[in-house]
């Protein structure tokens, strides 16, 4: 489980990514978050540093739903809609943030193939 703080206009909020959220995020949003973070990160890398408003509603919606797992994952007292959490910020930058939740993921994702490796080791395989 790995934590991490990004401020998001003068607000300070906690993201956590853990094995479990692949499950919230099936149970809230009945979608596979690899297959969403894999086109959130394609389509990033394509628009490479230009506007949010170049990205496509769909990868703006993923960003969003991603975001609200990982906060609320790592805090559950935040609000039980994302629109509701939402409000509680002025307009940032999607691309301030999102490199921030894509590294998050990618760290604990690296932290679970190592977990793996290492089990295999010791158990003889």
Known sequence: MIEKTVKIGDTDVKFRSSASVPRLYRIKFGRDIFKDLSRLEKSYKEKGGEEASAMEIEDLEIFENVAYIMAFHADPTIPKTIDEWLEQF???????????????????LITDVEAKKNLKKAAGR
Do not use: A, D, K, Q
Request: aromatic share 16%.
């Open 90 to 108: 002025e307009m940032f930058s999607i691309y301030e943030i999102l490199p921030e939740i894509l590294e998050l993921w990618g760290t604990n």
